[in-house]
């Protein structure tokens, strides 16, 4: 029995849309559903007619960041640290093919958005949600860092927003994310995909070498040198993941118990 599409693409009338698909499991990121996004995102980018991408997802989460069991599976093996620097240079990939996508990309927000998960929303330029979904970056919680989502958090929100959500934990909801700068537009559940439908045909109304050659200026005019950033973030990101503070709070997080942080000295 054939196993269903991690991500569904489908393509009208120059919108590509790419549904994370692994409901039962929040969406959470494997490797192999990292490599699938990436293929995916390498495929169409090569595309002339492809003029906006919609990132969705099916489910009630949007993304509930890496599969945290996987991780866990990892950290048993011999060669763990090898394979973690290995999946973090896949979710940097991802993630900077999705930056860097020459036309607008349009993420479609319907639940939470977590970890990792808000990664892939803050790399899209445009983000629709309703205003039920949250949005939070719980790494410290688990021992590790959300050190390749901190360059476009800082980039969209500034380093305020960027503090409340990296050191507290918090989990906010789409009104308070609009008024940071995480997303655009939040709308009623009802309303998304009517929502999402409008706001695909206003890009498209754009014509197709304005709108890349006007993305290449917004990455130009605000981006600087995020590309740099997020290279560098990937190596931080993969030490976070070898200290025991990361093995005892996936531990923690998958045992469902508080985890028992070591006072440093």
Known sequence: ???????????????VQLTLNRPKKRNALTREMMA????????????????????????PVFCAGMD???????SALPDASQIWRADTRLYHDMVLALFQFAMPTLAVV??????????????????????TAIFSLPEPKRGITAAIVTPLLVHRT???????????GASIDARRAQQLGI??????????????DDLVQSILTGAPG????TKRQLRATTAGNLAAQL??????????????????????FLEKRPPAWTVRK
């Open 231 to 252: 290279a560098q973030a990937a190596e931080v990101s993969a030490q976070a993941r070898e200290t025991p503070e990361a093995r005892e709070g996936l531990a923690a």
């Open 1 to 15: 029995m054939m196993s269903d599409p991690l991500i569904l693409c489908a393509r009208t009338e120059g919108v």
């Open 68 to 74: 945290l069991a996987q991780m866990q599976e990892t």
């Open 36 to 59: 699938e996004l990436l293929a995916r995102l390498n495929e169409i980018a090569g595309l002339a007619d492809v003029r906006c991408v919609v990132l969705a997802a099916n489910g």
């Open 110 to 131: 319907q639940g939470g958005a977590i970890a990792g998960g808000l990664g892939l929303v803050l790399a899209c330029d445009l983000v629709l949600a309703a205003d």
């Open 183 to 196: 997303c655009q537009t939040a709308v009623e559940p009802a309303q998304l995909d009517t929502s999402a």
């Open 210 to 213: 304005a709108l890349a050659i």
């Open 158 to 168: 500034g380093p305020s927003g960027a503090a409340l959500l990296l050191l507290s």
